[in-house]
Nanobody, 126 residues
């Protein structure tokens, strides 16, 4: 059974940093992708960053240069380093994972990912 458990969220002031973690269990990183999504109240869930087993990464336009996605296969953990945080980054952040997609091409679409964590809240104050 695949499980994804996020941690590391919290409240910070604008310009601050946070590092989110997503511990995975029962999951194979081989030929798969992992991603971070976020959802603010009243808005749709949106992709933030993704990474695949071939090293491919992809970022949403608004976080490029500020956020960095990485994974530690030995620890079965996905990370999201978030720097220069802005109030508009406030949202619930979710970890997601694919299930050996037929088309192995990373895209930050909700329907590309099969497994989801419960989320961790990030609040950035001005």
């Amino acid at each position: 059974q695949v499980q994804l458990v996020e941690s590391g969220g919290g409240s910070v002031q604008s310009g601050g940093s946070l590092r989110l973690s997503c511990a995975t269990s029962g999951y194979s990183y081989r030929r798969n992708c992992l991603g971070w999504f976020r959802q603010a109240p009243g808005k749709e869930r949106e992709g933030v960053a993704g990474i695949c087993s071939d090293g491919t990464t992809r970022y949403a336009y608004g976080v490029r240069g500020r956020f960095t996605i990485s994974q530690d296969n030995a620890k079965n953990t996905l990370y999201l380093q978030m720097n220069s945080l802005k109030p508009e980054d406030t949202a619930m952040y979710y970890c997601a994972a694919t299930a050996n997609p037929e088309k192995f091409w990373l895209r930050l679409d909700v329907d590309f990912f099969v497994y989801w964590g419960q989320g961790t809240q990030v609040t950035v104050s001005s």
